[in-house]
């Protein structure tokens, strides 16, 4: 209960941090005890999260963090502070800091914390459970080696529930978190600005840009909005909507099928020719109210695939799909790749009803009564028994593809070294090494099509399943593809020898695209974190990414006792740890060691002490990068030898940050950027359009600005600044055109801007703007469960917008309206 009370507390004080992450500088914070030092007197109250779902990076949290200066979302954000301290005080949990034991002389408070004696239910289980090396790619030769794997680790998590339950500190669970400092000796740079531009009538006919936003050529993505240039389709919440985009004429609204009380919600559409293929969530409750399921996920996600062929433009057509299937977990992402299509799921893995609540000495009084040996000992015939072989049947039941074990890499400690330090890692991963599942469930689709043409009644009955468990929540799962490789990302942990404790890694498994049945290929590690997808690229065999690596920090109860030494400084200052430090990389790997294992070639060190990356972009032979912590410094980055990267071309003291980074020619050297404007303690003023002209790295500038808005009693916002397909540019035409969010006291502005983007100026065409507050009917959209997504299309010469419950189009030169559509 505790355990799960502090869950709760700690996604409360995590999404506290997305609300607000940059308050005035220097303003007093009241609950911290930060002694006498200069640098602390500084701390803002705002942090940088980790990496969701949805890898929301800095710029994405501090481009709402305007609206937490209010005292609305301050008060939030000492009330989640004040909840975690209450929380830590009140239940007497301490929280370990990540040091190990030097031998180094220390005083009576920092002696070790001592857990209690007992002999646990199974001994040398750890030990049983491989290290992280080429050995686990190979996976589970067959189910019985598979059910030996599953065996142990249920062994595993029986000795730590065992250990709780004994009073073990070491089994605590609360999370870590990030600060972000701040620096005073920073001056606003200026940058040039424009006039508005006026309509052209002419100049856009016939251009059409509509496809998604994607990563990499030959890699299609999916979106909650696409089109084949006649018609449109859309998620709708439960909804599937189609409409002719010639003008506007609405052809279909499906509403999906749900199971139980639970709406389905549409997760993505890709359209591939003339077939249409949706990942559907909210499916799985029926079964998993059945019986107890080991996977939180279990048929979670409904695959549609339609043939959209028959859509001819006629309203008040219909659809029924040609081949469906209910699979394990929930959508992450989708890819398209020369008729393969790859579905990545992820899912929990649940231990606690079958290995956990059985042996709770709480709710048993048989157990309550026993004392440490006796209650370890009873345990452990019971589990071996009855509990473990049960959960390991049922997990191989939900895990089997077709009679087989998927080509999973075998679970393992998620580690490369014995020096890692248990203690933290048994606190800060109670599920020990299998804490979430990530699959990639592919299928070819010409072939599903043919087998559905010859009479197949489930053509996707057998997919090619591979994948991995990792010891983290799959909610931080980083996805990569190239057309050869997929890569998955997440974070975990290892010992570093240098800092004398476990920190945060980003372990990554590489999976080979180009056989029939996808299987993993190569696995890797790096320090610390990576911001979203597009801290990846993988050309050939050559892995580059980029990582920060931050030092973290976390209330310590005075007078409470601690599991494991307490650094001096510790003590000396109080309440709080040290400020972080930060360091940022770019690193280059050869993807295929000899081992198994991705080697480093080469890595090169990036930004200021305090700076995290705000974006990242890789493109052949050079990559671009921007850190942040009060200025925006901007890196061109030569990549043409993987084994020595340099710096090819830098731009410093830049007011603001940058969160996305668009070409603007063939060549990769001139760089449309979507960001906010910060003054110069960091803190946000505005939306800002930037253009990056690196053409002569030895004289990289901002050659042009346009700050949307930097009024102090407006805040603004845009989807573009967290999801990638929000944004539409069109280097033919110059056209930009972003979503955007005004409020301000007593207004609220929901709609689309035009800009026109050149190497050396931005105007807004104003004309072309979409108003919502001209269409009734998406008042309030942001609260009801049905709505569009924020996008734009250009087709034949029109510009097409998406947002709440309205379809907007526009000639893209006069701007001359021409029709809408309210759902």
């Not at 940058?658 to 803190?683: F, H, K, V």
Request: with cysteine; glycine share 6%.
């Amino acid at each position: 209960r505790i355990s799960l009370l502090f869950s709760i507390i700690h996604h409360k004080f995590n999404a506290a941090k997305r609300i607000g992450m940059v308050a005035k500088k220097n303003k007093p914070n009241s609950t911290m005890n930060l002694s006498d030092n200069n640098d602390m007197s500084k701390l803002e109250a705002g942090t940088q999260a980790g990496s969701s779902r949805e890898s929301l990076s800095l710029a994405d949290e501090q481009e709402s963090s305007r609206s937490s200066v209010g005292s609305s979302s301050g008060s939030w954000i000492k009330f989640a502070v004040a909840a975690v301290a209450a929380g830590v005080v009140a239940t007497a949990i301490s929280v370990p800091l990540a040091r190990r034991d030097n031998g180094s002389s220390a005083s009576a408070q920092e002696s070790p914390y001592t857990p209690p004696s007992y002999t646990p239910p199974f001994e040398d289980v750890e030990e049983g459970v491989p290290l992280l090396s080429k050995k686990v790619l190979n996976g589970y030769a067959s189910t019985e080696e598979w059910m030996d794997a599953a065996r142990l680790v249920a062994k595993d998590y029986v000795n730590g529930g065992v250990a709780r339950n004994n009073g073990d500190m070491n089994y605590l669970s609360y999370g870590l978190s990030d600060v972000v400092m701040f620096r005073d000796d920073i001056m606003i740079a200026d940058a040039p600005m424009a006039e508005a531009a006026t309509p052209q009538s002419g100049v856009t006919n016939n251009v059409n840009d509509f496809e998604t936003n994607n990563q990499e050529s030959g890699v299609n993505e999916g979106d909650k909005v696409v089109t084949n240039g006649k018609v449109a389709f859309a998620a709708y919440g439960n909804y599937l909507v189609a409409w002719r985009v010639s003008d506007g004429v609405e052809l279909i609204r499906m509403k999906l099928d749900p199971t139980g009380n639970v709406a389905p919600s549409i997760n993505t559409l890709l359209l591939q020719g003339n077939h249409l293929i949706l990942a559907v969530s909210g499916y799985g409750w029926d079964e998993q109210k059945q019986q107890t399921r080991v996977l939180s996920s279990y048929k979670a996600t409904r695959i549609l695939i339609y043939d959209i062929e028959d859509i001819d433009g006629e309203s008040g057509a219909s659809l029924s799909p040609i081949a469906q299937r209910d699979v394990n977990g929930n959508f992450v992402t989708i890819r398209a790749i020369d008729g393969m299509i790859h579905f990545v799921l992820s899912t929990e893995l649940q231990f606690y009803e079958l290995l956990g609540a059985p042996f709770e000495r709480s709710s048993n009084p048989s157990l309550s009564s026993l004392d440490l040996e006796m209650y370890a000992d009873q345990v452990r015939l019971t589990a071996e028994a009855e509990n473990i072989p049960e959960f390991v049947q049922q997990l191989t039941d939900e895990i089997m593809e077709c009679g087989q074990i998927p080509n999973l890499v075998a679970m393992n400690r998620w580690t490369t070294s014995e020096d890692s330090n248990s203690q933290l890692e048994n606190f800060l991963y109670d599920k020990g090494v299998a804490d979430s599942l990530v699959t990639i469930m592919s299928f070819n689709l010409t072939g599903v099509v043919a087998d559905v043409v010859a009479g197949k009644t489930n053509a996707l009955e057998c997919l090619s399943v591979a994948g991995s468990f990792f010891p983290t929540n799959a909610w931080d799962v980083n996805v990569y593809s190239a057309k050869d490789t997929m890569l998955m990302a997440i974070k975990g942990y290892d010992y570093s020898t240098e800092r004398e404790m476990s920190i945060d890694s980003t372990y990554m498994v590489a999976f080979d695209l180009t056989i029939p049945d996808v299987a993993p290929k190569s696995y890797g590690k790096v320090d610390g974190d990576v911001l979203d997808q597009y801290s990846f690229r993988v050309d050939g065999n050559i892995l580059q990414l980029a990582t920060t690596i931050k030092n973290q920090w976390m209330w310590i109860a005075v007078g409470m006792p601690m599991p494991m030494p307490l650094d001096r400084r510790l003590q000396e200052i109080g309440n709080i740890a040290p400020f972080p430090t930060t360091e940022n990389y770019v690193i280059t790997m050869d993807l295929e060691g000899a081992s198994g294992e991705m080697e480093e070639l080469d890595r090169i060190q990036l930004g200021k002490e305090g700076e995290v990356f705000t974006s990242v972009r890789f493109y052949k032979d050079l990559a671009y990068a921007v850190t942040f912590r009060e200025m925006d410094p901007f890196y061109v980055l030569d990549t043409r030898n993987a084994s020595d990267i340099t710096i090819a071309g830098e731009l410093d003291n830049i007011t603001g940050w940058s969160s996305y980074l668009e070409p603007m020619n063939d060549e990769n050297t001139i760089m449309l950027a979507i960001g906010e404007e910060a003054n110069e303690w960091g803190q946000a003023l505005g939306l800002s359009i930037s253009v990056f002209d690196a053409r002569d790295v030895d004289n990289v500038k901002i050659s042009a600005r346009f700050i949307i808005e930097s009024e102090t009693d407006v805040w603004s916002s845009s989807e573009g600044l967290r999801n990638k397909n929000a944004i539409r540019f069109n280097a033919e035409t110059g056209r930009l055109i972003i979503p955007l969010i005004l409020n301000s006291a007593g207004s609220e502005y929901h709609g689309f801007r035009v800009y026109i983007a050149s190497v050396d100026s931005i105007t807004e065409v104003e004309d072309c703007e979409v108003n919502l507050a001209d269409y009734a009917s998406s008042k309030g959209y942001l609260y009801k469960p049905n709505y569009l997504e924020s996008r734009s299309m250009i087709i034949d010469g029109n510009f097409m917008s998406t947002m709440g419950d309205d379809i907007v189009s526009k000639d893209l030169g006069s701007c001359s309206f021409n029709w809408h559509l309210g759902l």
